[in-house]
């Protein structure tokens, strides 16, 4: 269909697009969409996204190893423990639990029940949220606005760098993402038809989304409810008790875990990492809460930017341009500039649709509303929080933009006329022109690239509005029949080639990004999608606390000063490059290495960044074997200071090891004297030698360091127990690496 209609302002609905026919409502005499029979190629084109998805996200995984080795040891320990897979526990010994609420950890935790332990079993749920995140998405917006608009939102999710990423990876950001799009699926249900049980629905998804990464998951809820309390096609007194029973059925949904974990006795149940008081309420709202808000997160290791505009801090400046920055762009932002543009240019075509008149017209209004008020949530949030902020905390923006995008484009290219080509010719020059700016910050990398799309995106744009120019001559009186036909047809096919053409150069920057990452091996606790990006000290990676980033301590520097001892020690990595403690490359994209298969003996991970906050030790085949000898004869088979340390070597070993002061080595689990009590009643075989964050830094002996931030770990916690240890037990070593033998004093 040409993109010019010949009326700019007609009220009445737009026709359904060629080859498609209307439905009737669901429900008489309610705003429902005009529901259309896809056209036959709809179906095998959806079957070839997903499939192309499928084959995007898993081809290559293994590579990633057990990537978050934080996350990839609570799932072995749920794998053999029930308690351990109900509390999210870092050990099947159930010492202390991972900083989040377990639910993303269950269905990884099944399938290495079923399949056993591998990168494989761990990753690929992953990758099939993601294939099912894109189903969703185009399903939803399919429903109002066809199978193009479907397809092009689900192409766009699919190639958003750090979607895929993310669905490449063992965090817990996939689950969150996957559920936000049911629940705002769920909710445009209830738009259409009024039907309690779609809220109701939401709401058990947003209550699942809670025990997987607490409260962002309830981040675009007060856009939603406003939204269906002013749209919804029902009398506001039932909008408000059907937005109760909503928020009850999250709350519910949520809860239960919560209330069970609240009542369960302390003394029989892990600890909850993160917390300082061994409480999840505490972690709810402090340290996952508002201090992500404010960055007052005691127990953190850094971060308290300061709010407002260029606001800066542990965790990047804050402002309205955060998202756009060297360190996010190129994550998230290639289609961001062209989702708010369709945003607003579809509201103000639809606001002054009345129910009354235009039901379909109020129905993609409010739909617009959903998607783009949970964008602009999750954007101011995301642009002024002050606390921890990760680059691919970013993939919560990926549907809404796809579905914006998607909606937007097909909105104004069915109705047509000189103000809709004019925006969307617009809108193709801006993303062309940003996607420009994006891959110049990677100069070395593709340099054809960004001169390619900046090319194509123009002529994209200089035909859109070329085709206004050919309607206006054709148009005049002295213009015949078969003329006029002809010229019809030309435009048409000159607006459908630049419109092609426009999406095509929109989507090769973030497909360049989703092939270099792919083909990257990533691991550790901060990653990235796409090449290095000039900007950012280092590359792919984040930001360190007190702005460090990965990859980028100041002038090479060290953390605490010295170079640790054993298999971690910093010095000169091949090739000259300088390497800091735990074996962090450092320079520019320097980043944790990897060696092929994944960890310990069979080709361990070389890591360890920042004394092993970022990632674990590479366990070589002797220390292995040293820690699994007689381990079934404690109930930990060693400790070691730190989540990501004490996950190396029980991923190495499949044996349950203590994380002493959990993720940052900061909380105050065990106290010095429940340890000395653990090591009297002989529970635990060895203590790994070095420190982190929480403890001390460096070998045996090493005085560098101090404890947490705010917390007790630092003060009382996991450098007393260090320094206990240090003077009380023999060293043995075993394939360069530094243990105490906690059954022998000196």
Same mark, same amino acid.
């Given at each position: 269909?040409?993109?010019?209609?010949?009326?700019?302002?007609?009220?009445?609905?737009?026709?359904?697009?060629?080859?498609?026919?209307?439905?009737?409502?669901?429900?008489?005499?309610?705003?429902?969409?005009?529901?259309?029979?896809?056209?036959?190629?709809?179906?095998?084109?959806?079957?070839?996204?997903?499939?192309?998805?499928?084959?995007?996200?898993?081809?290559?995984?293994?590579?990633?190893?057990?990537?978050?080795?934080?996350?990839?040891?609570?799932?072995?320990?749920?794998?053999?423990?029930?308690?351990?897979?109900?509390?999210?526990?870092?050990?099947?010994?159930?010492?202390?639990?991972?900083?989040?609420?377990?639910?993303?950890?269950?269905?990884?935790?099944?399938?290495?029940?079923?399949?056993?332990?591998?990168?494989?079993?761990?990753?690929?749920?992953?990758?099939?949220?993601?294939?099912?995140?894109?189903?969703?998405?185009?399903?939803?917006?399919?429903?109002?606005?066809?199978?193009?608009?479907?397809?092009?939102?689900?192409?766009?999710?699919?190639?958003?760098?750090?979607?895929?990423?993310?669905?490449?990876?063992?965090?817990?950001?996939?689950?969150?993402?996957?559920?936000?799009?049911?629940?705002?699926?769920?909710?445009?249900?209830?738009?259409?038809?009024?039907?309690?049980?779609?809220?109701?629905?939401?709401?058990?998804?947003?209550?699942?989304?809670?025990?997987?990464?607490?409260?962002?998951?309830?981040?675009?809820?007060?856009?939603?409810?406003?939204?269906?309390?002013?749209?919804?096609?029902?009398?506001?007194?039932?909008?408000?008790?059907?937005?109760?029973?909503?928020?009850?059925?999250?709350?519910?949904?949520?809860?239960?875990?919560?209330?069970?974990?609240?009542?369960?006795?302390?003394?029989?149940?892990?600890?909850?990492?993160?917390?300082?008081?061994?409480?999840?309420?505490?972690?709810?709202?402090?340290?996952?809460?508002?201090?992500?808000?404010?960055?007052?997160?005691?127990?953190?290791?850094?971060?308290?930017?300061?709010?407002?505009?260029?606001?800066?801090?542990?965790?990047?400046?804050?402002?309205?341009?955060?998202?756009?920055?060297?360190?996010?762009?190129?994550?998230?932002?290639?289609?961001?500039?062209?989702?708010?543009?369709?945003?607003?240019?579809?509201?103000?075509?639809?606001?002054?649709?009345?129910?009354?008149?235009?039901?379909?017209?109020?129905?993609?209004?409010?739909?617009?509303?959903?998607?783009?008020?949970?964008?602009?949530?999750?954007?101011?949030?995301?642009?002024?929080?002050?606390?921890?902020?990760?680059?691919?905390?970013?993939?919560?923006?990926?549907?809404?933009?796809?579905?914006?995008?998607?909606?937007?484009?097909?909105?104004?290219?069915?109705?047509?006329?000189?103000?809709?080509?004019?925006?969307?010719?617009?809108?193709?020059?801006?993303?062309?022109?940003?996607?420009?700016?994006?891959?110049?910050?990677?100069?070395?990398?593709?340099?054809?690239?960004?001169?390619?799309?900046?090319?194509?995106?123009?002529?994209?744009?200089?035909?859109?509005?070329?085709?206004?120019?050919?309607?206006?001559?054709?148009?005049?009186?002295?213009?015949?029949?078969?003329?006029?036909?002809?010229?019809?047809?030309?435009?048409?096919?000159?607006?459908?080639?630049?419109?092609?053409?426009?999406?095509?150069?929109?989507?090769?920057?973030?497909?360049?990004?989703?092939?270099?990452?792919?083909?990257?091996?990533?691991?550790?606790?901060?990653?990235?999608?796409?090449?290095?990006?000039?900007?950012?000290? *280092?590359?792919?990676? #984040? +930001?360190? &606390?007190? /702005?460090?980033?990965?990859? %980028?301590?100041?002038? !090479? $520097?060290? @953390? =605490?000063?010295?170079?640790?001892?054993?298999?971690?020690?910093?010095?000169?990595?091949?090739?000259?490059?300088?390497?800091?403690?735990?074996?962090?490359?450092?320079?520019? *994209?320097?980043?944790? #290495? +990897?060696? &092929?298969? /994944?960890?310990?003996?069979? %080709?361990?991970?070389? !890591? $360890?960044? @920042? =004394?092993?906050?970022?990632?674990?030790?590479?366990?070589?085949?002797?220390?292995?074997?040293?820690?699994?000898?007689?381990?079934?004869?404690?109930?930990?088979?060693?400790?070691?200071?730190?989540?990501?340390?004490?996950?190396?070597?029980?991923?190495?070993?499949?044996?349950?090891?203590?994380?002493?002061? =959990?993720?940052?080595?900061?909380?105050?689990?065990?106290?010095?004297?429940?340890?000395?009590?653990?090591?009297?009643?002989?529970?635990?075989?060895?203590?790994?030698?070095?420190?982190?964050?929480?403890?001390?830094?460096?070998?045996?002996?090493?005085?560098?360091?101090?404890?947490?931030?705010?917390?007790? =770990?630092?003060?009382?916690?996991?450098?007393?127990?260090?320094?206990?240890?240090?003077?009380?037990?023999?060293?043995?070593?075993?394939?360069?690496?530094?243990?105490?033998?906690?059954?022998?004093?000196?």
């Amino acid at each position: 269909m040409s993109p010019h209609h010949p009326s700019d302002t007609a009220a009445e609905p737009p026709p359904p697009p060629t080859g498609q026919e209307r439905e009737p409502a669901s429900v008489a005499g309610l705003p429902s969409p005009a529901r259309t029979r896809d056209p036959r190629w709809a179906r095998p084109a959806l079957l070839a996204l997903l499939l192309a998805t499928a084959v995007l996200y898993l081809w290559g995984l293994g590579a990633n190893g057990y990537a978050n080795q934080f996350y990839s040891a609570a799932v072995q320990a749920g794998s053999e423990s029930w308690q351990a897979f109900f509390f999210g526990s870092s050990d099947a010994a159930n010492s202390i639990t991972v900083d989040k609420p377990p639910a993303a950890l269950w269905p990884l935790a099944l399938s290495v029940r079923i399949f056993g332990l591998s990168s494989w079993a761990i990753l690929v749920p992953e990758a099939l949220m993601g294939v099912a995140t894109v189903w969703v998405l185009h399903d939803a917006v399919r429903r109002r606005f066809g199978a193009a608009a479907g397809l092009l939102a689900g192409g766009a999710l699919a190639l958003t760098p750090v979607a895929a990423l993310m669905f490449r990876f063992n965090n817990p950001d996939a689950l969150l993402c996957l559920l936000m799009v049911c629940a705002i699926a769920a909710v445009l249900r209830a738009l259409e038809d009024g039907r309690t049980r779609w809220l109701v629905l939401a709401g058990v998804c947003f209550g699942l989304g809670f025990l997987t990464k607490t409260l962002q998951a309830w981040l675009i809820l007060p856009a939603l409810a406003v939204v269906y309390a002013c749209c919804a096609p029902v009398a506001l007194r039932r909008r408000l008790g059907q937005l109760l029973l909503g928020g009850l059925a999250a709350v519910v949904s949520g809860g239960w875990w919560v209330a069970v974990v609240e009542l369960w006795p302390a003394s029989s149940r892990p600890y909850i990492g993160g917390s300082q008081h061994n409480s999840f309420l505490e972690l709810t709202f402090g340290y996952n809460g508002f201090g992500r808000i404010s960055g007052n997160e005691t127990g953190s290791v850094g971060g308290g930017g300061r709010p407002g505009g260029g606001g800066g801090g542990g965790w990047g400046e804050t402002g309205i341009t955060r998202l756009f920055s060297a360190d996010m762009g190129g994550q998230i932002s290639w289609l961001l500039p062209a989702a708010l543009i369709l945003l607003v240019a579809a509201v103000c075509v639809l606001w002054r649709a009345r129910r009354a008149v235009a039901a379909e017209q109020a129905g993609q209004r409010a739909e617009f509303l959903v998607w783009g008020g949970a964008l602009l949530m999750t954007f101011a949030t995301f642009s002024f929080m002050s606390g921890i902020f990760h680059q691919y905390y970013n993939i919560a923006l990926a549907p809404y933009i796809a579905a914006l995008v998607g909606m937007g484009a097909t909105l104004l290219w069915r109705r047509g006329g000189r103000a809709a080509t004019l925006v969307l010719a617009g809108t193709a020059a801006v993303t062309a022109g940003w996607s420009y700016v994006l891959l110049d910050r990677s100069a070395d990398w593709l340099p054809w690239l960004r001169w390619a799309v900046l090319a194509l995106g123009v002529l994209a744009a200089v035909g859109l509005l070329l085709t206004l120019r050919g309607s206006a001559a054709a148009g005049g009186p002295a213009a015949g029949a078969p003329a006029a036909g002809r010229a019809a047809a030309a435009r048409s096919r000159l607006a459908l080639f630049a419109a092609g053409l426009a999406v095509l150069t929109a989507l090769a920057g973030p497909f360049a990004y989703l092939l270099n990452t792919v083909n990257t091996p990533k691991g550790g606790s901060i990653i990235t999608a796409g090449p290095t990006v000039r900007g950012t000290a *280092g590359g792919p990676g #984040g +930001r360190f &606390p007190g /702005g460090m980033r990965h990859g %980028g301590f100041p002038r !090479g $520097g060290t @953390m =605490g000063g010295a170079p640790q001892g054993g298999p971690q020690a910093g010095g000169r990595a091949a090739g000259g490059q300088r390497t800091f403690p735990g074996g962090l490359p450092g320079g520019p *994209g320097g980043v944790a #290495g +990897r060696a &092929p298969r /994944g960890i310990g003996g069979k %080709g361990g991970r070389m !890591g $360890g960044g @920042m =004394g092993g906050l970022l990632d674990g030790a590479k366990v070589g085949a002797k220390a292995e074997a040293l820690l699994a000898k007689d381990a079934d004869r404690y109930t930990w088979a060693a400790a070691a200071i730190g989540s990501q340390n004490a996950a190396s070597y029980q991923l190495a070993t499949e044996k349950p090891v203590m994380a002493v002061g =959990g993720f940052n080595g900061s909380d105050p689990s065990p106290t010095l004297a429940r340890f000395k009590q653990y090591v009297a009643d002989g529970e635990i075989h060895y203590f790994v030698a070095g420190g982190r964050m929480g403890g001390r830094m460096g070998g045996p002996g090493g005085k560098s360091g101090s404890g947490g931030q705010g917390g007790k =770990g630092g003060k009382g916690g996991s450098a007393a127990i260090t320094s206990w240890v240090e003077g009380t037990f023999t060293t043995v070593t075993a394939g360069g690496a530094t243990f105490y033998d906690l059954t022998r004093r000196r």
